[in-house]
């Protein structure tokens, strides 16, 4: 069957299939700008947004009673599964005892210890997402080197902070065209170069005004780019060479083990950021600094004139946040936790290479920790172009609205899952039986399930 075909057949299923979905997102499109809460969660391919009645561990229940193996989860929110008891524990115990305070609390300290303990930078600071994380390092690096220039990686993810929104095409640096609202040209200040090229980041570099490099050790969002061998030890050299700094977005590689892809590869950065999956889906972030980037940042605040710094919101570091945070990471983030959900995405990968191979398919695999992706391409790519180029967005929702109608959820916008603590392999099966299903039936080859 051709895509447009089974897409076509799909959302008619799905359509009904989900009465109660459909009655709701009718109702939703009222007073909703979109008729979901925010604009981009129409982009899941669905003819109309799925509405979630309860999520708990490994699964969803919708909005009709159906149950849904969940492998999104959250784009990563919920790494550590839905509601995981230590964190609705302390959730609860905290309740009772105030949400928010704008002050400092013992959570924080023991946060901030661990922090410093798991990730090897000795001092934290908290944000309510990882936007904002990246958006606060970057200006304290501003503020600490007196250096303008960001330097970010082709088809990088970073939330929304603007600065990041800057593309290479056909080899020239432009503002992306979807960045809404944007006055400010943001090529004056940030330069952009392809993952995994070292010689177009030396030459990046070699002006002396950068203040740092921003990147993800992996990079996520426009589909798994792995750094090919040797290139963060010598990417890391260049940074430094050039008096500039690195920062380290985790958000998405914190799938690796408990101190991220970072710890478990060896990498030293100047900062890092997490965000999502740190107070297991409580809306909350943290970054850190090296004692020295530490040291140049007090000195600056200390020698700029008083006033609002522009860093930080009221929010910021509630108790109910630190309370989810400090549970999360000393009850979820740990070797024994990560270790079955590392050998399940093992079986997951293995699986969907199976199928992939079954059917001649000319399409690749990749893992990081317990995040798995297939692309629609038969070698990794390198860079974000290659990735970019390696998207089919009909083939995608034709795919994952095929998993949905057959009780399986995986990430939007592209290929990614995520196993989590209460994920079974009877869930991993699950998927991998619908995943053959679907592609049996876009080759016309049959299916061994």
Same mark, same amino acid.
């Given at each position: 069957?051709?895509?447009?075909?089974? *897409? #076509?057949?799909?959302?008619?299923?799905?359509?009904?299939?989900?009465?109660? +979905? %459909?009655?709701? @997102?009718?109702? /939703? &499109?009222?007073?909703?700008?979109?008729?979901?809460?925010?604009?981009?969660?129409?982009?899941?391919?669905?003819?109309?947004?799925?509405?979630?009645?309860?999520?708990?561990?490994?699964?969803?229940?919708?909005?009709?009673?159906?149950?849904?193996?969940?492998?999104?989860?959250?784009?990563?929110?919920?790494?550590?599964?839905?509601?995981?008891?230590?964190?609705?524990?302390? *959730? #609860?115990?905290?309740?009772?005892?105030?949400?928010?305070?704008?002050?400092? +609390? %013992?959570?924080? @300290?023991?946060? /901030? &210890?661990?922090?410093?303990?798991?990730?090897?930078?000795?001092?934290?600071?908290?944000?309510?997402?990882?936007?904002?994380?990246?958006?606060?390092?970057?200006?304290?690096?501003?503020?600490?080197?007196?250096?303008?220039?960001?330097?970010?990686?082709?088809?990088?993810?970073?939330?929304?902070?603007?600065?990041?929104?800057?593309?290479?095409?056909?080899?020239?640096?432009?503002?992306?065209?979807?960045?809404?609202?944007?006055?400010?040209?943001?090529?004056?200040?940030?330069?952009?170069?392809?993952?995994?090229?070292?010689?177009?980041?030396?030459?990046?570099?070699?002006?002396?005004?950068?203040?740092?490099?921003?990147?993800?050790?992996?990079?996520?969002?426009?589909?798994?780019?792995?750094?090919?061998?040797?290139?963060?030890?010598?990417?890391?050299?260049?940074?430094?060479?050039?008096?500039?700094?690195?920062?380290?977005?985790?958000?998405?590689?914190?799938?690796?083990?408990?101190?991220?892809?970072?710890?478990?590869?060896?990498?030293?950065?100047?900062?890092?950021?997490?965000?999502?999956?740190?107070?297991?889906?409580?809306?909350?972030?943290?970054?850190?600094?090296?004692?020295?980037?530490?040291?140049?940042?007090?000195?600056?605040?200390?020698?700029?004139?008083?006033?609002?710094?522009?860093?930080?919101?009221?929010?910021?570091?509630?108790?109910?946040?630190?309370?989810?945070?400090?549970?999360?990471?000393?009850?979820?983030?740990?070797?024994?936790?990560?270790?079955?959900?590392?050998?399940?995405?093992?079986?997951?990968?293995?699986?969907?290479?199976?199928?992939?191979?079954?059917?001649?398919?000319?399409?690749?695999?990749?893992?990081?920790?317990?995040?798995?992706?297939?692309?629609?391409?038969?070698?990794?790519?390198?860079?974000?172009?290659?990735?970019?180029?390696?998207?089919?967005?009909?083939?995608?929702?034709?795919?994952?609205?095929?998993?949905?109608?057959?009780?399986?959820?995986?990430?939007?916008?592209?290929?990614?899952?995520?196993?989590?603590?209460?994920?079974?392999?009877?869930?991993?099966?699950?998927?991998?039986?619908?995943?053959?299903?679907?592609?049996?039936?876009?080759?016309?080859?049959?299916?061994?399930?």
């Amino acid at each position: 069957m051709q895509t447009p075909a089974l *897409l #076509a057949r799909e959302r008619q299923a799905y359509t009904e299939r989900n009465p109660k +979905s %459909a009655a709701q @997102a009718a109702r /939703a &499109e009222q007073h909703m700008l979109f008729g979901v809460p925010l604009h981009w969660m129409t982009d899941w391919g669905t003819p109309f947004a799925l509405q979630v009645s309860s999520a708990q561990g490994a699964h969803l229940m919708d909005m009709d009673g159906h149950t849904l193996v969940d492998f999104c989860l959250g784009d990563t929110g919920a790494m550590f599964g839905h509601s995981p008891k230590a964190v609705s524990r302390a *959730l #609860a115990e905290q309740a009772t005892r105030g949400y928010t305070t704008m002050l400092a +609390s %013992a959570d924080a @300290a023991v946060v /901030a &210890e661990t922090l410093a303990q798991r990730f090897g930078l000795p001092m934290w600071q908290f944000a309510m997402t990882a936007t904002d994380a990246n958006r606060f390092v970057l200006r304290w690096i501003r503020a600490a080197t007196q250096r303008k220039v960001l330097i970010v990686f082709n088809g990088c993810y970073h939330g929304t902070i603007e600065d990041v929104f800057v593309d290479l095409i056909d080899g020239v640096p432009v503002q992306r065209a979807s960045l809404l609202g944007q006055v400010h040209d943001l090529t004056r200040t940030t330069r952009v170069v392809e993952f995994n090229d070292l010689p177009a980041l030396q030459a990046a570099l070699a002006h002396g005004d950068v203040a740092c490099v921003l990147a993800e050790p992996v990079m996520t969002n426009i589909g798994m780019v792995l750094p090919q061998h040797g290139f963060w030890e010598q990417a890391q050299a260049l940074i430094r060479r050039h008096g500039a700094l690195l920062v380290m977005d985790e958000t998405h590689t914190i799938s690796s083990g408990p101190g991220g892809y970072c710890q478990a590869h060896g990498l030293t950065a100047d900062a890092i950021v997490i965000g999502k999956p740190l107070g297991g889906g409580m809306p909350c972030a943290a970054y850190g600094f090296s004692a020295e980037l530490s040291r140049r940042v007090v000195a600056a605040k200390n020698n700029a004139p008083p006033g609002h710094s522009g860093i930080g919101t009221t929010l910021t570091a509630n108790l109910l946040a630190m309370a989810a945070m400090r549970a999360t990471l000393t009850e979820l983030m740990t070797p024994a936790t990560y270790a079955p959900m590392l050998a399940l995405a093992a079986v997951l990968s293995d699986g969907l290479r199976g199928a992939i191979a079954q059917h001649n398919l000319p399409w690749c695999v990749t893992q990081v920790g317990a995040r798995v992706e297939f692309q629609f391409c038969a070698t990794h790519p390198v860079n974000g172009t290659q990735a970019g180029q390696a998207l089919n967005p009909a083939l995608e929702h034709a795919i994952h609205l095929y998993l949905l109608n057959r009780g399986v959820l995986i990430t939007p916008f592209h290929n990614m899952m995520l196993v989590c603590p209460d994920t079974t392999k009877d869930d991993v099966h699950r998927l991998l039986r619908a995943f053959n299903a679907a592609l049996s039936e876009l080759t016309g080859n049959t299916f061994h399930g």
